[in-house]
């Protein structure tokens, strides 16, 4: 049994919302990480596609910048874990930025 963060009552575990106060009993500090690792995915996201953006004149580095930038993508937004290898990668060949907020990333 757990209890009412609001109220005290006694609830049960998988309670979602007390039935003496009707307050949601959702931890919040899982709630604000969520926004957080959501705000750091799109950071990813914007500076990834603008490292391929100021790369486009180069047509080389294209070829594994723009891959790289599509699988952190499908990570981000299936919440699938990113390799620190791939974390590295990018932050040394798609954008600096990018990289080191992946590597401040909690998986």
Partial sequence: ???????????HEEAVVCVHCGCS???????????????LGTVVKVFMILGCISQGWM???????IPMTISV???LNENRPIGVG??????LFVNTIAGVC???MDD
């Fill in 25 to 39: 009993v959702e931890d919040p500090r899982n709630r604000r990480m969520n926004q957080r690792d959501d705000t």
């Fill in 1 to 11: 049994m757990k209890y009412c963060t609001h109220c005290g009552a006694q609830i």
């Fill in 59 to 65: 047509i080389l580095p294209l070829l594994w910048c």
């Fill in 102 to 104: 992946m590597l401040c």
């Fill in 73 to 75: 993508f499908n990570s």
């Fill in 86 to 91: 791939m974390k590295i990668c990018t932050l």
